[in-house]
């Protein structure tokens, strides 16, 4: 497998096209595109630099730029926001009649609500009926609370109009917001934590119908462990042998997040050796410390599948599940099940989580990874906990089970924490030594020449070439020097080498 290590430039051109020259009218698509359902993102600038386009060509790379900047994650292949926009437009079309309709419209812009409810007036609001949709507070939003946004059809044409407060007589039903609040500045929630299946959510029982006792739904629980997870792991609890019906692998890194505790990212692949394998795959892990205290990935949902799992080919399907955990020696149990055949594969191991509140000059663990995309010199500081194969802006697939052939090239991650800049010149200067040992009759020697590297920034990225490597089992060990404050720091990883 290729892997790439590019930094990603992001290059607005707004400003740029802004100083264009008006020319020629636009053309019919070109309108078609600005009128369209993008016409709910664009602001006022870009619309007015857009109509000042003269070219076919300045239209695309508008067009380009448009997405590009509304892509939360430039990192990755794909446009997440786009994708999500794409998808919301194509299911208003579907459901609502159109894009253009008052329901097409909240839904692209704020997704499927949280609850929804039929006729909560009763009949006599509208002859076709009418529909609450309850949504979540927002983030750069006026409001803070829960809030709900009102549908009639006043005519029975099967349009449902937005209430916007003076349409019907009297106060607005309990909990309406008027739409001016929601729509104060139109974004899309896309990467919020929403349901992906929008038909699910959209046909899912709603609340009582008037008439009817109204109760305050109960703030949802927390996700409870799934039984089945929860049973293979208490059977390697009790001492019994891992089960291998199913063939996996795990990995474990572990960062210092932005609030200063060790973020614990587990990894776990299934084998698998056909391609867009049906999906059915349950992975789950706990964590048990040394004094009993349990940290449970078991609950469903805990572990989020690599973006590229329906294009892998005789390989494995990758999960990643994270959380923080306290410094300490652990057991970490764990595996995945077939949902379908029954199938399982577990494991148990030795798992020793850094603390990194203590403010010394240290180093993440080292992830070998089989893709790493973005920038490793800025992946460093920042919240890691909230997307998944990410840390900082830097995308990574780790090679969980740590295999590779002498084609391929070792892809190094890792981050430096708490080391002092140069007052002088507000920089860090950092010395790293890389040396490879080599596991001989149960024991690791040294092997070749320690390589040193100097570097100014807080995240390191390397691609090492393996070809002239022997065949056999290894351990890297990268040692850190913060040459402000003359401290040190190390860590270490082990891997396989096979023809």
Not at 363 to 377: E, H, N, W
Not at 465 to 490: C, H, N, W
Request: aromatic share 12%; hydrophobic share 35%; proline share 7%.
């Amino acid at each position: 497998m290729r892997k790439s290590c590019g930094v990603v430039l992001l290059m607005f051109l707004v400003s740029v096209l802004a100083g264009v020259p008006a020319a020629a009218k636009l053309s019919k698509e070109a309108k078609k595109w600005m009128n369209g359902p993008v016409r709910y993102l664009m602001s006022k600038d870009e619309r007015k630099v857009y109509k000042k386009l003269d070219s076919e060509e300045a239209v695309e790379q508008f067009k380009k730029e448009f997405w590009e900047k509304r892509d939360p994650f430039p990192e990755t292949e794909i446009n997440e926001f786009k994708v999500r926009f794409e998808e919301r437009v194509a299911f208003a079309d579907k459901n609502f009649r159109s894009w253009r309709s008052d329901r097409g419209r909240v839904f692209i812009l704020l997704g499927p609500p949280q609850e929804r409810s039929d006729n909560p007036l009763g009949s006599d609001i509208s002859q076709g009926g009418s529909e609450l949709w309850t949504y979540a507070a927002i983030k750069g939003q006026r409001t803070r609370s829960n809030y709900s946004i009102f549908f009639y059809d006043q005519d029975n044409t099967g349009d449902h109009d937005l209430w916007v407060g003076q349409d019907i007589g009297g106060s607005p039903p309990d909990g309406v917001e008027a739409c001016d609040i929601v729509f104060t500045d139109p974004k899309l929630i896309g990467l919020e934590p929403q349901p992906e299946d929008f038909q699910a959510v959209m046909d899912a029982p709603t609340a009582p119908p008037a008439g009817q006792a109204q109760v305050p739904p109960a703030p949802p629980a927390p996700p409870t462990a799934s039984s089945t997870s929860a049973a293979y792991v208490d059977r390697l609890i009790n001492g019994e042998e891992p089960l291998n019906d199913l063939q996996t692998a795990h990995s474990v890194y572990c960062f210092k997040d932005d609030k200063g505790t060790t973020l614990v990212t587990i990894f776990i692949g299934v084998y698998t050796e056909a391609k867009n394998e049906a999906p059915g795959y349950v992975p789950f892990a706990r964590l048990v410390s040394e004094t009993g205290e349990s940290y449970s990935f078991e609950a469903t949902g805990s572990f989020v599948p690599w973006k590229g799992n329906d294009k892998m080919e005789g390989d494995y399907l990758a999960y990643e599940a994270r959380g923080s955990v306290p410094g300490g020696s652990y057991m970490i149990y764990g595996g995945a099940y077939h949902e379908g055949d029954g199938k399982a594969g577990t494991f148990s191991d030795e798992l020793d989580v850094p603390d990194f509140q203590s403010g010394a000059f240290s180093l993440s663990s080292i992830v070998v990874a089989d893709t790493i995309k973005g920038d490793p010199t800025r992946a460093g500081g920042g919240d890691h906990s909230a997307k998944p194969f990410t840390v900082g802006n830097t995308t990574i697939l780790p090679n969980i089970d740590r295999v590779y052939t002498k084609k391929q090239e070792l892809a190094v991650f890792y981050q430096t924490y708490d080391g002092q800049k140069n007052p002088e010149t507000d920089q860090y200067i950092f010395r790293f030594q890389y040396k490879f040992y080599y596991e001989k009759d149960g024991r690791y020697r040294p092997y070749g020449k320690p390589k040193m590297v100097e570097s100014d920034s807080p995240g390191q990225g390397y691609f090492i070439p393996l070809a002239t490597l022997r065949s056999g089992k290894y351990r890297l060990t990268v040692s850190g020097t913060d040459m402000i404050a003359e401290t040190k720091a190390k860590s270490t990883v082990f891997f396989e080498l096979v023809d």
